[in-house]
């Protein structure tokens, strides 16, 4: 299935519900491709926003934070982890007071700029287990998108 490029990406599409995170960890691990959860991202800029204690429609506070943050996703034999800052808070994102907020930092017009908006749900990668893609640099959309 190989398109002779090594830098694709597959974006995969549709509503709540429909199994695009099943279906995209599934090819992720067929294909080797490294599968980026977005819905993760948006829980994990959620959970800096609360620790913070910006409120989700205080853009310029958003957008200052997400320019100084380091987001990353280390794959390790769990799975996969997000570290914000060098600190693991994978375990913090589906906790009912994330879930409870996600949505109202999500409409937040700079928590949806890139890397997080467009950002593929499978992104092809050589980086062994254990080691880190920065989000933000692998991320960053072409610059024809």
């Not at 549709?14 to 995209?24: E, I, L, Q």
């Not at 906790?95 to 017009?109: M, P």
């Not at 287990?129 to 998108?145: F, K, M, N, Y």
Request: glycine share 6%; hydrophobic share 30%; net charge neutral.
């Amino acid at each position: 299935m190989s398109s002779g490029n090594e830098n694709s990406n597959i974006a995969i599409d549709g509503p709540a519900g429909a199994g695009k995170s099943t279906v995209a960890r599934r090819a992720a691990e067929a294909l080797g491709y490294i599968y980026i959860d977005t819905g993760a991202m948006y829980r994990a800029v959620t959970w800096i926003c609360r620790q913070r204690q910006i409120r989700p429609d205080d853009e310029k506070s958003v957008r200052e934070l997400l320019e100084h943050i380091s987001m990353e996703i280390k794959r390790d034999a769990k799975g996969q982890r997000i570290y914000i800052d060098g600190r693991e808070v994978t375990s913090f994102l589906r906790t009912n007071e994330i879930s409870n907020h996600v949505s109202s930092y999500a409409r937040n017009s700079e928590v949806r700029r890139p890397p997080l908006q467009n950002c593929p749900f499978l992104l092809r990668s050589s980086v062994p287990d254990g080691e880190a893609v920065s989000l933000r640099q692998t991320l960053s959309p072409p610059e024809e998108w």
